[in-house]
């Protein structure tokens, strides 16, 4: 696992943006795993910066994303599917029959869930999958208590996630209390897992998932089987790690955050 350490957010978020277009770049054709949430709308304007302002072409990428609220169809505001049309697929000219999320007003759930695994294994699998982490360390839609292998299907959301997520929402009480997500195994297929924190939310969820035992009740520390993870951390998000000044003498400020060759 590489632990990058940046001196604030910006530059954090910044090099989430930049492993992206160098995946793009290194493979036009790359199959990219998305995540969403508020710390994602910024890593998207970087990637969509860099679209604008460089040669990366998004016209060959496929795409999937981690999860989506089961019952909520495509067309509603706080669906992960007008989230992504709105935050990245309209600014950066991916092919949207490429592009693919979970089926939140699906008819049979467990049927779109294995449809889902299947269209993942058909795509070759994912090379860059981009990852959030909860409060309570959770990645995708995983919750504590997930298995370490589990694939897509419904997962029923804590109250202190939904909690985190009525931003998105008129009132607590819309927000949804079950999704589809991707599995912690589905996850840990993709050839490269890079996780972005920020703030001091995050700080306790991100030491337990680097420095923490390996455990079903932080989702994220899976990632610490993972051959190829990338931890990206703002400052704030790094204050609770034991080993903080070990990560930060490997690499300085953060530096290298960049593909590399595989």
Same mark, same amino acid.
């Given at each position: 696992?590489?632990?990058?350490?940046?001196?604030?957010?910006?530059?954090?978020?910044?090099?989430?943006?930049?492993?992206?277009?160098?995946?793009?770049?290194?493979?036009?054709?790359?199959?990219?795993?998305?995540?969403?949430?508020?710390?994602?709308?910024?890593?998207?304007?970087?990637?969509?910066?860099?679209?604008?302002?460089?040669?990366?072409?998004?016209?060959?990428?496929?795409?999937?994303?981690?999860?989506?609220?089961?019952?909520?169809?495509?067309?509603?505001?706080?669906?992960?599917?007008?989230?992504?049309?709105?935050?990245?697929?309209?600014?950066?000219?991916?092919?949207?029959?490429?592009?693919?999320?979970?089926?939140?007003?699906?008819?049979?759930?467990?049927?779109?869930?294995?449809?889902?695994?299947?269209?993942? =294994? @058909? &795509?070759?699998?994912?090379?860059?999958?981009?990852?959030?982490?909860?409060?309570? +360390?959770?990645?995708?839609?995983? $919750? %504590?208590?997930?298995?370490?292998?589990?694939?897509?299907?419904?997962?029923?959301?804590?109250?202190?996630?939904?909690?985190?997520?009525?931003?998105?929402?008129?009132?607590?009480?819309?927000?949804?209390?079950?999704?589809?997500?991707?599995?912690?195994?589905?996850?840990?297929?993709?050839?490269?897992?890079?996780?972005?924190?920020?703030?001091?939310?995050?700080?306790?969820?991100?030491?337990?998932?680097?420095?923490?035992?390996?455990?079903?009740?932080?989702?994220?520390?899976?990632?610490?089987?993972?051959?190829?993870?990338?931890?990206?951390?703002?400052?704030?998000? =790094? @204050? &609770?790690?034991?080993?903080?000044?070990?990560?930060?003498?490997?690499?300085?400020? +953060?530096?290298?955050?960049?593909? $590399? %060759?595989?």
């Amino acid at each position: 696992m590489k632990v990058l350490i940046f001196p604030d957010a910006k530059d954090a978020i910044a090099a989430a943006a930049r492993l992206v277009l160098d995946q793009v770049r290194l493979k036009p054709d790359a199959v990219l795993g998305l995540a969403t949430g508020g710390t994602m709308e910024a890593v998207y304007d970087k990637v969509a910066d860099g679209v604008r302002e460089t040669a990366v072409s998004f016209a060959g990428v496929s795409s999937f994303n981690l999860d989506e609220y089961l019952g909520l169809p495509p067309a509603h505001p706080a669906s992960y599917h007008t989230y992504m049309r709105q935050r990245l697929f309209s600014r950066v000219g991916i092919d949207l029959a490429k592009t693919h999320l979970p089926k939140g007003d699906c008819e049979d759930a467990e049927a779109e869930c294995r449809r889902y695994e299947a269209a993942i =294994a @058909a &795509s070759g699998g994912i090379d860059l999958q981009l990852l959030g982490i909860g409060r309570n +360390g959770h990645i995708g839609f995983n $919750e %504590p208590t997930s298995s370490l292998s589990s694939r897509t299907r419904v997962k029923t959301l804590t109250a202190d996630t939904r909690e985190a997520n009525a931003q998105f929402f008129d009132r607590l009480e819309d927000v949804p209390h079950y999704a589809l997500t991707m599995g912690i195994g589905t996850i840990l297929d993709a050839r490269h897992c890079v996780l972005l924190a920020i703030g001091a939310s995050k700080a306790e969820p991100v030491a337990k998932a680097i420095e923490g035992p390996l455990a079903a009740t932080c989702p994220a520390s899976a990632l610490q089987l993972h051959r190829h993870a990338t931890m990206l951390l703002d400052r704030e998000a =790094a @204050a &609770s790690l034991q080993l903080v000044d070990y990560y930060q003498r490997v690499h300085p400020d +953060g530096a290298p955050a960049q593909i $590399e %060759p595989r």
